[in-house]
């Protein structure tokens, strides 16, 4: 076996275990609200979502396309073959570390329960390995500026702004509505809402994923553009790419989909249901466009515009401003892991450099998953109360399961 071809199965295997943090990190936006109402039994939420996303990872190659155009700077267009200077395991160390500088900022985001974006800590990771590789030239800036950057600072505001009169909108219609006849409407509606965001996860975020492995086969010579164009991704990248995406959904994020369903806004089921309609709609048209929008931003807009557009609702701007601090370091952290990576494997080099900054991976990765079950969020306590003195992720009372105000029976 070739030294190339050895890095890039360690990378391939690397990519897989983004694609995973990628999944558990971002269940929380799709099923949050639907576990925080009691519309969905949290295990059945989890199960439901695992399951769209992998149906959605197989419906569009939009997002992978631009992952391979809008961000590293790497290939010659007019040729399909990598630019002067750069060889096939430069290339690879560069999306390697930048997968390792994503996933670490995935673990750790986790950890504090902090709802940040999986795609912006991958595009960071990489923009990061780009520039201690190559420097500025090797970074895409117009296609990260247009594709990525813009949507990523409009999106939120935009889905909060949709959520705020869908939510004004259905309080006003239905206020003559019955409590039982009403409660029961949203609640079947949280579950077709949530399982529309869900199926938009799977459509966007798995093909990210694809768009690096194929960005790396093209590095490695065992891909090209022109084939890409002819005959689409390889079905292996799909199958390898939207299962571990969905296996990462059915772990669940505890932590994030405490800190989205709790946190924020103290939702009912028709604030619910708008908070995830707006948000389906917005991710679905984004991934049909090839943007890569971040589903975090986009449900955090919406469940914040929920509690701006129900009357006497409040919304809790401290954990808000938090995870807007987060969003903002979340490229610039995301690449600097990026970065000491590829200065690390580069300066050993070859098959050792991979092993070792793989190895890193794994022994820092399994560290802060030895602490994050310190203090445990599951299943069992994800509903429990917020406190509102700490804002922490992690409830005071580690037995207590549904909290003070007992969710209603879900419906699944």
Not at 46 to 60: D, R, Y
Not at 125 to 146: H, P, Y
Not at 230 to 242: F, S, T
Request: charge should be neutral; aromatic fraction near 8%.
């Amino acid at each position: 076996m070739s030294a190339e071809l050895f890095i890039l199965i360690l990378l391939v295997i690397t990519a897989v275990g983004f694609d995973f943090t990628n999944g558990f990190h971002d269940t929380g936006n799709a099923m949050a609200t639907s576990i925080a109402t009691g519309a969905l039994k949290p295990k059945t939420a989890v199960a439901l979502s695992a399951i769209l996303n992998l149906v959605g990872g197989f419906l569009s190659v939009e997002v992978a396309v631009t992952v391979t155009t809008s961000v590293l700077k790497i290939q010659d267009k007019a040729s399909g073959g990598l630019l002067d200077g750069i060889d096939a395991e430069k290339a690879m160390f560069i999306i390697f570390a930048g997968l390792i500088g994503g996933i670490l900022w995935n673990l750790l985001t986790w950890l504090f329960g902090l709802p940040s974006s999986s795609s912006h800590a991958l595009f960071g990771g990489l923009i990061g390995a780009g520039l201690a590789a190559i420097g500025t030239s090797g970074i895409n800036w117009d296609g990260l500026v247009v594709k990525v950057i813009i949507p990523a600072v409009l999106s939120p505001f935009i889905a909060g702004a949709i959520a705020s009169l869908s939510t004004w909108g259905i309080y006003r219609l239905t206020r003559k509505v019955g409590d039982s006849k009403q409660e029961s409407g949203f609640r079947w509606g949280q579950v077709a809402t949530a399982s529309l965001v869900s199926l938009a996860h799977g459509t966007g975020d798995a093909q990210k994923t694809m768009g690096v492995i194929a960005l790396a086969l093209i590095a490695h010579g065992s891909l090209s553009d022109q084939q890409i164009e002819a005959h689409g991704l390889p079905i292996w990248i799909i199958v390898l790419c939207a299962g571990a995406i969905a296996l990462g959904t059915y772990i669940g994020g505890w932590r994030i989909i405490r800190t989205l369903g709790k946190g924020l806004v103290e939702i009912e089921a028709p604030q619910g249901m708008a908070a995830q309609a707006s948000a389906a709609a917005i991710i679905l048209t984004s991934s049909n466009l090839g943007m890569a929008l971040s589903t975090t931003h986009v449900t955090t807009g919406s469940i914040v515009g929920t509690g701006v557009g129900k009357p006497g609702s409040v919304v809790r701007w401290s954990v808000a401003g938090r995870m807007a601090a987060g969003w903002v370091i979340t490229l610039p952290c995301a690449a600097v892991g990026g970065a000491v990576s590829y200065f690390i494997g580069h300066l050993i080099g070859g098959v050792a450099g991979a092993i070792v900054i793989f190895l890193i991976l794994a022994a820092l990765a399994a560290y802060i998953y030895y602490r994050a079950q310190q203090q445990k969020v599951g299943a069992d306590n994800v509903n429990a109360d917020w406190d509102e003195e700490t804002n922490g992720v992690v409830p005071n009372d580690p037995t207590e399961s549904q909290g003070a105000k007992k969710t209603k029976e879900p419906v699944a």
